[in-house]
């Protein structure tokens, strides 16, 4: 067995895999939600469309979204193989130790909030990338071109107020989720020190509440418009 393959079925080599694809899913997090902030441009969908156009005929983009589909899936299986390691090196709870005064509740629960995650991300996709890309989607034309206009099926779904609901509880979980993943990932590479651990701590807290917070605000803000 390769020294790689060693390195990538220990346990360390396999929290290495899950901090790599969380720090990827956090910065695909960023640029995802710098294209959905377009749906509020007073423009009637037309920078999204094109966007959304773009993100589905750009060659370079469509093999990130490969990758960002492999690192989800990465990311989802070592979290399972890892949590059963913990269960299993630790077949009794420790009733005594009082965890609660230790560890914080996210960290305790990510099995739990990632479970929630991917199922907000099943039903996600279902919803527009499956419409998107078998569904039958209405047009746009813009100075001559023909776009998919991929605005109204997100302006039809968000003017749903349970999947609203169910998307900005969904954010809430992603947030509880950022909020342990984010320093965890930096520490599992090595990159924690008693000067710049704190900062790092501070900044993945303002991510894990600045971008959900975001994300969530965007079906609000369409869903008000068609009241």
Known sequence: MSWVSKTF???????????????????????????????????????????SDNMGTNLLIRV?????FAFILLHVIY???LTRLN?????????????QNNITWSSRNM???????LIFLLVHLRAFWYEFKFGEIPTAVYDGVTYKNVFAI???????????AFYVISMGFLGFHLSHGFAS?????????????????????????????????IPLVMYIKTL
């Open 154 to 164: 997100v302006s039809e779904a968000y003017s749903n107020i349970l999947y609203v």
């Open 185 to 217: 990932a930096f520490q599992t590479l090595g990159l924690n020190h008693i000067k710049y651990s704190p900062l790092i701590h501070k900044v993945g807290i303002g991510f894990s509440i600045i971008i959900p917070a975001l994300f969530a605000m």
């Open 87 to 99: 269960k299993k090196s630790r077949p009794v709870a420790y009733a005594l130790s009082k965890p």
């Open 9 to 51: 079925n220990s346990t360390l080599g396999k929290k290495l895999v899950m901090s790599l694809t969380g720090l990827f899913l956090i910065l695909f997090l960023v640029v995802h939600l710098g294209g959905n902030l377009q749906l509020l441009l007073p423009d009637e969908g037309q920078a999204f469309n094109i966007y």
């Open 111 to 117: 099995g739990i909030l990632g479970t929630l995650i």
């Open 79 to 81: 979290s399972i193989i």
């Open 64 to 68: 990130i979204s490969i990758g960002n």
